[in-house]
Nanobody
Framework: QVQLVESGGGLVQPGGSLRLSCTAS????????IGWFRQAPGKERERLSC????????YVGDSVKGRFTISRDKAKKTVYLQMNSLEPEDTAVYYC????????????????WGQGTQVTVSS
């Protein structure tokens, strides 16, 4: 069964850090690029970052550039999103999904999504 499962969300104070994990089952990270998205209440879903299956090249959205870093461990079939300097505006449900991501460019989402993990940034 092809599946993505996120973990690592929680409550963090402003200025703090969290690392989210997205673990794949049913396929290898060698054949599928993975992206991270978030959706805050009342807002549209926002794409954050993706990492290419072929060469590990990365796209990072402007809103999180310099604060969020995507990485992967192919042996563990896991993609990470390291989030630093978190702000209350980062509060959202964070999702990972299979995407088309080539040479640092995000093209589009594909059809496998995780269930999401809540991140709340508050004092």
């Amino acid at each position: 069964q092809v599946q993505l499962v996120e973990s690592g969300g929680g409550l963090v104070q402003p200025g703090g850090s969290l690392r989210l994990s997205c673990t794949a089952s049913g396929f290898s990270l060698d054949v599928m690029s993975i992206g991270w998205f978030r959706q805050a209440p009342g807002k549209e879903r926002e794409r954050l970052s993706c990492i290419s299956n072929s060469d590990g090249s990365r796209y990072v959205g402007d809103s999180v550039k310099g604060r969020f870093t995507i990485s992967r461990d192919k042996a563990k079939k896991t993609v990470y999103l390291q989030m630093n300097s978190l702000e209350p505006e980062d509060t959202a449900v964070y999702y990972c999904a299979t995407v088309l991501c080539i040479s640092g460019t995000y093209y589009r989402e594909l059809d496998v999504w995780g269930q999401g993990t809540q991140v709340t940034v508050s004092s």
